[in-house]
């Protein structure tokens, strides 16, 4: 009985805290290589085949490709949709998707397997949405192997200047057999004043130049990381409509965390005293701002040492990082009560960061955006780390000498070519040491018992299974995700 009870009150927390603010026009998810519709756990959208579907004409060059499902050789974890089946070719192929014209989120799920006598291992492929190319000589075996997993979702933002979308998606010419292949697409739109401003004159802070960058609605952006600091794992059913994850802290530490220092998770506070005044309530959903990191009580000890998280990107492209602010303590009531610097890859952002200052006030939710260029190549590496640090202020400036950062966004900009590609990194040695073996089955077998667990115990109630799934994964903290 109490397991119920456990249960209801979670589902409850999770109905009330995922409030979802925002109404997309265009909400398109795609299901490549099968036929009918399906839904998958913590998801609410239905996901429809692309088997006779009006978004992919089978005629033409689309002719050549096969629709095939996926066979995955980790009998230990249970693939959803839409990553059971796939769409592939050894030719180019197309998906013409209607939409409003406008700014969408165009995301790209695949999974690392075999498709028919197909092993992924051989993709290799371009995906090109109107002129901008969004992936090139992408491998899924290189890039999702890096990071010891099978399968990922690349998030984007493109606008559509036509009333369709057209996603390309071509074998790379110069590896023999390389064929191009695609598990699941999902567009969806998003206001201008989300990510791409709305008057020309609102120019963004560009890190180490005197005059401002303007954003305009013919860049492509490709999200590199989207983290909530300080609190848990938001699945796009937690987002405010725009179907987002948000990745959270695993046990008491926050990913990206290089020098944590003497830092603290504060309290999280009430969503009830959030006040959104200064921003949209669709920017972030309500738990990025009940939580945060800040330095320490050690006034001392806070001078010491910058809090800092270190996030890998591909060297040759501007960026855009975007900062999450609640001013959230007890402790701070005014202006000059906690006064922060920010740098960001090592060069000054901000000099004075006063996040009452900014939003007058407290609990009140606001972001800052920044710009910053990353070209110099050092040692011939291939991925390198932003940083993003935070120094507290001394003096009469800052009561507490502290600082405090509640989210972190970043995106890579399309260069002058319309082009995010990166290079794929390198292959990464193979066997895993016994350690991470452990890590990697301790999640596996979570994950397996809250599967086994919901399913038997509450199979008749479809939609609370969902909603508790994700959080009780919220709530045990599991980072290996499925977005
Ligand atoms: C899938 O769902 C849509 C919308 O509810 C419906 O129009 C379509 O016929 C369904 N497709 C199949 C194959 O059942
Ligand atoms: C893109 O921006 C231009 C200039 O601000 C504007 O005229 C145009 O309507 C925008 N197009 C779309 C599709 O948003
Ligand atoms: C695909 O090929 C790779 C490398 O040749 C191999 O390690 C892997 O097991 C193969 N995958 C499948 C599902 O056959
Ligand atoms: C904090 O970062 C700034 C800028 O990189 C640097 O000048 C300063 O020495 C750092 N402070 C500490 C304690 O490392
Ligand atoms: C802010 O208010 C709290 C509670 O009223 C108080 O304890 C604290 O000392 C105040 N902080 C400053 C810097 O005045
Ligand atoms: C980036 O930071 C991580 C974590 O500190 C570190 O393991 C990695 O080697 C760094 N990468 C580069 C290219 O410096
Ligand atoms: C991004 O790509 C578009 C399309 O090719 C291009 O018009 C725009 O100038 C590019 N942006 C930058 C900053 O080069
Ligand atoms: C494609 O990627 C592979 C693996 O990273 C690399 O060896 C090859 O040089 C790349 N080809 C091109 C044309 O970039």
Known sequence: MSFYLFFTLLILTYVIAGGQSYKPKDGITLDCGSFGNYTRLGDTRSWAGDISSKFFPSEGENKESIASSATFDDHTVTMEVPYTTARLSL???????????????????????????????????????????????????????????????????????????????????????????????????????????????????????????????????????????????????????????????????????????????????????LKFTKIPDYIAPVQVYQTARTMGNDKEGNKKYNLTWEFPVDWGFNYRVRLHFCEILEEVNSTDNRNFRIFIANKIAEEYADVVEWTVGKYIPYFRDYIVPLYEVLGGEKKLNLSVALQAQDGWLSAYANAILNGVEIFKLNDTKGNLAGPNPDPIPQDPSPSQQEEIEAKKSDRTTIIAILSGVVSSVVLLAVLGFFTLRRARKVKDSLY
Request: charged fraction near 20%.
């Open 91 to 273: 030719s180019e192929f197309t998906y013409v998707i209607p939409v409003t014209p406008g700014p969408k989120f165009i995301r790209l799920y695949f999974l690392s397997a075999r498709y028919e006598n197909y092993n992924s291992s051989k993709a290799f492929f371009s995906v090109e949405p109107d002129e901008y190319t969004l992936l090139s000589n992408f491998s899924i075996d290189l890039t999702a192997g890096a990071l010891r997993r099978k399968y990922l979702m690349k998030e984007f933002c493109v606008t559509a200047f036509r009333s369709s979308l057209k996603i390309k998606f071509s074998p790379s010419s110069l590896i023999p057999d390389a064929f191009a292949f695609i598990n699941g697409i999902e567009v969806v739109s998003m206001p201008t004043d989300l990510y791409y401003l709305k008057g020309a004159h609102d120019g963004i802070t560009f890190v180490g130049e005197k005059s401002p960058y303007f954003i305009s609605n013919n860049t492509a952006l490709q999200m590199m990381c989207r983290v909530d600091i300080g609190g848990s794992f938001i699945s796009p059913n937690g987002d405010t409509g725009f179907c987002r994850s948000w990745e959270g802290k695993e046990r008491e530490d926050d990913l990206y965390l290089t020098i944590p220092g003497s830092s603290l998770l504060p309290a999280e506070i009430d969503s009830t005293k």
